[in-house]
């Protein structure tokens, strides 16, 4: 009697692990979603900060026009092109800081102001996201994740190549 209680008390703590295991990945996809979320909200704020720049500077027309195209093409892309839109405004944006440090053109301090704040909230949250997804990859990895089928029907987090990028 004590051999078949003994089995069922070890069957109860296993299906416990597998059910905590599983809650415990729900947890980190929800975290990836909500940090790409947040990411996501910020890189709009940047596009609309480099709008607002294009239009509220004396900046010559092609700069000007690169600025705009980039910043409209990142705030407008559909997710499969993300990647490439995000690194032109990203690239925009440096072209613009340098040539206002060498001196060619000329932002009020308010906007730079902001643009160095929503960069480096950007890197925080970028460096946040990719915690995120590698927690989830590094769980998913596991043998009994995959033999249990204990991601359900979830995704495997994306990593875009423009959280990569040189702010």
Known sequence: MSKYLVIIFILLLFAWYLSFSATRLDRLHHRVETSWEHLDALLQRRAALALEIAHQNDLDPAMDMLLTASAYESREAPMADRNEAESLLSESLKLIRESVAAGEIHIKGAFLDRLSDITEKI????????????????????????VFHLAGRAKLPFHYSFEDDQL
Not at 126 to 143: D, T
């Open 123 to 146: 890197r925080v949250a970028i460096s946040i996201h990719l915690e995120a997804v590698a927690a989830v990859e590094n769980l998913r990895s596991k043998r009994i994740f995959k």
